[in-house]
């Protein structure tokens, strides 16, 4: 991959993580590739290793499960919802992006 590539999807990401910050309740958040490693993590590294090993697998078996019911469509987002918080998942082709923020019921 070149580096204007690399440079080019580096600025994308930048600017995507600074919009998503501006959200009202957004606590952290991470990106990761496809193949696993880090890209970018605003949440301490013991809770992203965990979080990150567990939204993949949810997100993998969510992907799956679509593609069974029909296998013309793929998974665009995932949310979850929890007592405290939301839990934001988008699958993209080459990257994950998990998001947390305060569940504006709690």
Do not use: W
């Not at 605003?42 to 993998?60: E, H, K």
């Not at 665009?76 to 839990?87: D, G, S």
């Amino acid at each position: 991959m070149s580096s204007t590539v690399v440079s080019t999807q580096q600025a994308e990401i930048e600017e995507t993580m600074k919009r998503i910050q501006t959200h009202k309740g957004v606590h952290g958040f991470v990106v990761m590739s496809n193949d696993g490693s880090f890209v970018r993590s605003t949440i301490d590294n013991s809770t992203t290793m965990s979080l990150t090993g567990l939204i993949r697998t949810l997100s993998d078996k969510a992907k799956s499960c679509v593609r069974d019911l029909d296998p013309q469509n793929d998974l665009t987002f995932l949310r979850i919802r929890t007592k405290k918080q939301e839990i934001l998942v988008a699958p993209d082709k080459d990257y994950l992006t998990i998001v947390l923020q305060a569940n504006e019921q709690h």
